[in-house]
Nanobody, 126 residues
Framework: QVQLVESGGGLVQAGDSLRLSCAASGRIFGRNGITWFRQAPGKERVFVASIRWSGDSTSYSDSVKGRFTISRDNPKNTVDLQMNSLKVEDTGVYYC???????????????????WGQGTTVTVST
């Protein structure tokens, strides 16, 4: 079992920055993947970024590449998502999810994940 708890969401203006954290606990190992998804109102969850728990591999969606950075914080046992130059279209509930194995081919597929957090809301206004 893996437990995931997201934090750090809030209301910001376009162009601002925000940092989300996903605290992970339980049976999680270096090969596992931790991924951030975003779900806008009335829409499906979409892939944002993913990292191998060991921290040595990452993957990003094209829409956030160059603006967002996913990283491991070893002392805190978290996976953080630094979001810069936020856009209105970044608005949504951000979920972190854990997969058994990090794989860039399956990272964007929500059905590939067994464990999910409760989500944290990010609202970007104009």
């Amino acid at each position: 079992q893996v437990q995931l708890v997201e934090s750090g969401g809030g209301l910001v203006q376009a162009g601002d920055s925000l940092r989300l954290s996903c605290a992970a606990s339980g049976r999680i190992f270096g090969r596992n993947g931790i991924t951030w998804f975003r779900q806008a109102p009335g829409k499906e969850r979409v892939f944002v970024a993913s990292i191998r728990w060991s921290g040595d591999s990452t993957s990003y969606s094209d829409s956030v590449k160059g603006r967002f950075t996913i990283s491991r914080d070893n002392p805190k046992n978290t996976v953080d998502l630094q979001m810069n130059s936020l856009k209105v279209e970044d608005t949504g509930v951000y979920y972190c999810a854990a997969s058994l194995v990090f794989d860039v081919r399956t990272a964007p597929i929500a059905k590939a994940y067994s464990y999910w957090g409760q989500g944290t809301t990010v609202t970007v206004s104009t």
